[in-house]
């Protein structure tokens, strides 16, 4: 079963992130039967697929979910069943999580499921709900209703029933009916019977009666298949597992049949996820049935097998360099047709990398979409009204980034709603609205990715935390300005909160959000206004496979700079080059295009040994952004295409540098984040 279940969580985690991309365009007043569609066939699917896993609470959600969808064909969602369905959407995912890791449930799920179910389901209440969870009668008539088809299966076949009982042998019965477009979707069910060697029985009959002979489609399959079979329930899921929502299958108890008997369900008392009795998507057939094949999926470490691979062949095709200057000095006619065919490698390695970075790429709101959810309920423990805006979420990032994202915000989220957002009582006291405001928005920023988390609350109070460091023993710190007591924060162990909840107060949430940024090539900035609010501010690389990288010199060591952070080179007479006055160090700038460009030293900014002055010429290179800044530099080497490597050890994190490449000749250089350096 270990590679059922692999593949039941790479689809299910596909399928909830379908869902909970399309549930907000169900606030729209007139939602497309398209939408529905695709929301109901996901539902329904991952209903199907969770019936092969002891998941009963996951399978009551999605099937209210399910019902609660197929009413919204006849009347628009209002907003309370719109939030309610994220809600359920929102449990399911976080209980896929915990399957993956636990293998289980957590404690407290069933109930959990039932109060969803009962949010959901059509009726009197906020979101359509009675309010009152299922009884355990109620789901066990529901379970008899599922499987009424077994006792008379049973009857018609005691004698082949009772042959296989008395040699101890396992019995299980099945019902099988095929999606009315399923011939579209390349499913053949009797090809999947043919697989079934232990077979006692087999019934074939229409689902529904057939229409007139001018009404038949005879592409639309129209079949229910019930089947007895010796086959072990393993052995059966294996073979139906892509069409598992369309079967339910249970074991035929060892009674004389006739009797009052319903089966013992395989999965703890849940059905696999057979259609509902007269449940019939509209035309007859599902939706869309001539969907087209389901993509490959592709174990993410065979990507990044692939990706170290392009980057053993990009740091190969570089030192080919050498190769052929060596062999242009002997024979030039040799040296241009080995250029030719490293320039041709080169272009083949650079199409590889787009393609590797596509398969990489994720968008941002894999790690979005579960935060509003946690918010609401993080908001309501802690008493207090909140809203979570969210912008830039259709953006995407290296997959490492975006899975590595969630846990930072988290913690911030949580920083946010416990120390930034004020009680309602309070808010209002204040002249504000008494539900706090969050804003969490992305944006590219060069060769940066940026994300910003803003709230409307308190702000930081400087003397609130100059008292916490004096607590603490913090040298200096009467002295501290706001910036130096805003780094505290990111401190282990450093708290300003009163007591410890189970939200907050350990002084591990900064400093976590910290440590997971750095580990991502990034790093953590924070803003407060004292009464207005707080915003975080990660800056975090794209992490391409490889990336075109500058080669440079600069105070005497050879570096590289990434090209999509260089606007242009200048090379620069020295008497184009104006000395500011009145400014600390050897300050200057240059005129470019009618715009004055400040101009500093690269090598000095890094702390390295200043370079020969009196050059005739300087060579500048040109910073893209808003604010371009002229870096000098000592010379220019030709682009590299280079995987670029993260910092590890001591160096992680360390400002200015977003990694290590190799160039053509087999030597370490140092990458430097410009933006970083010239802010």
């Not at 709230?455 to 200096?476: K, N, S």
């Not at 808003?626 to 682009?639: I, K, N, Y």
Request: net charge negative.
């Amino acid at each position: 079963m270990n590679e059922l279940r692999d593949q039941f969580l790479i689809e299910g985690r596909e399928l909830l992130e379908q869902v909970g991309e399309a549930l907000p365009a169900l606030r729209a007043a007139q939602p497309g039967p398209a939408l529905l569609d695709r929301l109901f066939r996901a539902v329904h699917t991952l209903k199907g697929s969770v019936g092969l896993f002891p998941l009963a609470p996951m399978g009551l959600v999605l099937h209210a979910m399910e019902d609660r969808l197929d009413t919204l064909r006849a009347a628009p969602a209002t907003p309370e069943v719109v939030l309610a369905l994220q809600d359920a959407a929102a449990c399911c995912e976080a209980w896929l999580e915990e399957f993956a890791s636990e293998d289980g449930l957590p404690d407290g799920a069933a109930a959990e499921a039932a109060a969803l179910a009962a949010r959901l389901r059509p009726g009197p209440g906020p979101a359509g709900g009675t309010g009152a969870a299922p009884s355990a009668g109620q789901a066990r008539a529901a379970g008899e209703a599922e499987t009424a088809w077994l006792v008379p299966l049973a009857a018609r076949h005691a004698a082949a029933l009772a042959a296989a009982w008395a040699e101890g042998r396992r019995v299980m019965a099945l019902r099988y009916r095929p999606d009315a477009g399923c011939f579209f979707l390349g499913e053949d069910p009797l090809a999947l019977l043919r697989r079934l060697p232990g077979l006692l029985a087999l019934e074939l009959s229409p689902r529904l009666p057939w229409p007139e002979p001018a009404q038949l489609d005879p592409y639309a399959c129209n079949l229910e298949i019930l089947a007895l079979t010796l086959e072990a329930p393993d052995a059966l899921r294996q073979v139906f597992r892509f069409v598992a929502d369309q079967c339910v299958l249970a074991e035929v108890p060892a009674t004389a049949p006739g009797n009052e008997t319903t089966g013992n369900e395989t999965t703890g008392g849940e059905t696999t996820g057979g259609e509902t009795p007269g449940r019939e998507t509209p035309g007859g057939r599902m939706p869309d049935a001539r969907t087209p094949a389901r993509p490959l999926r592709v174990e993410p470490a065979r990507i990044e097998a692939l990706a170290a691979r392009l980057g053993a062949l990009a740091v190969t095709g570089n030192a080919l360099a050498p190769l052929v200057a060596r062999a242009a000095a002997l024979d030039p006619a040799l040296g241009r047709d080995l250029a030719e065919r490293q320039a041709a490698i080169g272009r083949l390695v650079a199409e590889l990398d787009g393609m590797v970075a596509g398969l990489r790429r994720l968008p941002l709101s894999r790690s979005f979409r579960r935060l509003p959810a946690l918010a609401r309920e993080t908001a309501a423990r802690l008493g207090k009204e909140a809203t979570l805006e969210m912008a830039g979420e259709a953006l995407e990032a290296d997959r490492a980034i975006v899975e590595g994202l969630y846990e930072p915000l988290l913690h911030l989220l949580r920083n946010a709603l416990d120390h930034g957002i004020e009680p309602p009582a309070e808010r209002q006291a204040r002249g504000k609205p008494p539900a706090g405001r969050l804003r969490l928005a992305a944006r590219r920023a060069g060769e940066r990715l940026e994300i910003s988390l803003s709230d409307d609350g308190a702000g930081l109070d400087p003397e609130r935390l100059r008292a916490a460091a004096r607590a603490r023993g913090v040298a200096g710190a009467a002295a501290m300005d706001e910036a130096a007591l805003h780094a505290l924060l990111f401190t282990p162990g450093f708290s300003t909160a009163a007591g410890v909840s189970d939200i907050s107060g350990r002084g591990v949430g900064m400093d976590a959000v910290r440590a997971a940024i750095a580990a991502l090539g990034g790093h953590v900035a924070l803003e407060s206004r004292k009464g207005e609010g707080i915003t975080v501010r990660l800056s975090l690389p794209q992490a391409a496979a490889l990336r075109a990288l500058l080669l440079l010199r600069a105070g005497g060591e050879e570096l590289a700079v990434p090209v999509e952070a260089v606007a242009e080179t200048l090379r620069l007479p020295a008497a184009r080059i104006l000395p500011l006055a009145g400014l600390p160090g050897e300050a200057a700038a240059f005129v470019l295009r009618g715009r004055t460009v400040p101009l500093l030293d690269l090598g000095a900014l890094l702390g390295l040994p200043r370079r020969a002055e009196g050059a005739a010429v300087t060579r500048v290179l040109v910073t893209a952004g808003a604010q371009p800044v002229g870096l000098a530099v000592e010379a220019f080497g030709r682009r590299l295409d280079a995987p670029l490597r993260p910092l590890e050890g001591l160096m992680a994190g360390m400002p200015g540098l977003l990694g290590t490449a190799l160039d053509d000749e087999g030597r370490v250089r140092m990458v430097l984040d410009l933006p970083e350096l010239t802010r």
